[in-house]
């Protein structure tokens, strides 16, 4: 099949590769020809495990093709993707210029049946927003269907290549024949095709996100009892997320989740619930508590110092918001820099992939070390914030030489606690028993 993918960022890129993976010949458009000419030269712009390679193949054997002439690819396209960026405005609501900007130029372009596939995070509503966008400049016939992404930044090769299910919100049977062809190869194992109507797609996509969010803001509620009653957050978890009711995943307690998806999707379900006269309640929570959350170890450190941090220097171990992406967006280890920084603290920082994002975002306003011994020469103490694999079972000999006083607060709860009271650290994690022994 001829598709068009609009947008070149992590969910358009992604998308258009993966399909191309499968044998179609896809085209992705986008407005800054910097970024189409990089990759046209075969430069990947984003970090994602595994997508690389894909990238790569396709681009080579010609399936996979950048350009900035939307007019040039449209009309030989079947489906045509819009991958544009939804940011939150002053309200907090979603952004559509860019989606509803897109779908009045192809209004002017087009000239037979396509099925225009919305595949950012959309308000409920938007569909129909679209499809009147291009309606006022093409009187043919075509379709607008919502497919919402589930990609998890740092497996999102495998969530699309094989999804537990697929979303896609249309009632025209000729766009739903259409869609099925197309998704065929990546549900061969029997994982659902799951149609609707487009506005209970678009609202389920809100939903999903906004549900995980909860399920991580409670646990970070639970974390914060088990500190103060002495009970242990991990055999809690362990305990509730053996009901298959619960399930065992999004459990794990630490200091707040970020990323492009879950802060901006929650704002927006509450937005849209107020224009409905809905009061969310429990999103508004949700957001409360994440916020207070993401500074939670930062209390720690005050606490630990008296609240004297003048001059202390911090090792800080992560800066994206989650391991196997450069991304930073809404990431707790930069609500942590800018609290700590500004109680007079300097800090070190490394991250395997995302130290240019940060120091583009924040410049010099802390210093970055090449690795992450490296990053402890003469500190105080180490903060962890992001859970990278090379984080888990660091050598501890090597740290004790470089680092002044052994003492760390994780953010991740990545090692035993029991092992670093025998290894003589003062060590505080999250909802668990901290190791006050201090070497």
């Known amino acids: ?84 960026p939804t940011p939150p405005g002053a309200d907090g609501s979603a952004d559509l210029k860019y989606v509803l900007g897109v779908a009045d130029k192809m209004g002017k372009l087009m000239k037979g049946y ?174 409360k508590v994440n916020a207070l959350q993401k500074l939670h170890l930062v209390n720690k450190i005050n606490t630990y110092f008296k609240n004297d941090l003048q001059g202390k220097k911090i090792a800080l171990w992560g800066l994206a918001f989650k391991p196997n992406t450069d991304d930073i967006r809404d990431a707790p280890a930069i609500d942590m820099i800018n609290a700590l920084t500004a109680a007079g603290a300097t800090i070190t920082a490394y991250d395997p992939e995302a130290m240019p994002n940060v120091k583009n975002k924040i410049g010099d306003k802390i210093k970055y070390a090449t690795n992450q011994y490296e990053a402890l020469a003469g500190a105080d103490i180490l903060v962890i914030a992001t859970e990278w694999s090379e984080f888990r079972t660091p050598d501890f000999e090597r740290m004790e030489k470089e680092i002044k006083h052994k003492i760390i607060f994780d953010g991740r709860n990545l090692f035993d606690v029991a092992k670093m009271n025998d290894l003589g650290y003062h060590y505080e994690s999250i909802g668990r028993a901290d190791s006050n022994k201090i070497n």
């Open 1 to 84: 099949m001829k598709i068009t993918v609009i947008g070149t960022g992590y969910v358009g890129l992604v998308t258009g590769t993966c399909f191309a993976e499968t044998g179609n010949k896809v085209t992705c458009v986008d407005i800054d020809k910097a970024k189409v000419d990089k990759l046209s030269s075969g430069q990947i712009t984003i970090y994602e495990p595994g997508l690389e390679k894909i990238f790569l193949r396709n681009t080579k054997e010609g399936r996979l093709v950048f350009t900035t002439n939307l007019e040039e690819v449209l009309e030989a396209s079947e489906i045509i993707f819009l991958a544009l």
């Open 114 to 287: 396509k099925v225009v596939v919305n595949k950012s995070t959309v308000p409920v509503g938007t569909a129909d927003k679209v499809r009147e966008a291009i309606a006022k400049n093409y009187k043919g016939a075509f379709d607008v269907v919502s497919n919402p992404e589930f990609l998890r930044e740092g497996v999102a090769v495998d969530d699309f290549m094989k999804p537990d299910r697929v979303v896609i919100g249309t009632k025209s049977e000729q766009a739903k024949k259409v869609m099925t062809e197309l998704y065929a190869p990546f549900v061969r194992q029997g994982n659902p095709l799951i149609f609707m109507d487009e506005r209970s797609s678009e609202l389920t996509k809100y939903a999903a996100n906004s549900f995980l969010a909860t399920k991580i803001s409670f646990m970070n509620e639970i974390a914060q009892l088990c500190e103060r009653m002495g009970a242990d957050v991990d055999m809690v978890r362990r305990g509730i997320g053996s009901d298959d009711r619960i399930g065992k995943r999004f459990l794990f307690p630490g200091i707040g989740y970020g990323g492009s998806c879950f802060p901006k999707d929650v704002q927006a379900l509450v937005k849209s619930s107020n224009e409905v006269n809905y009061d969310f309640e429990i999103l508004k929570a949700v957001e």
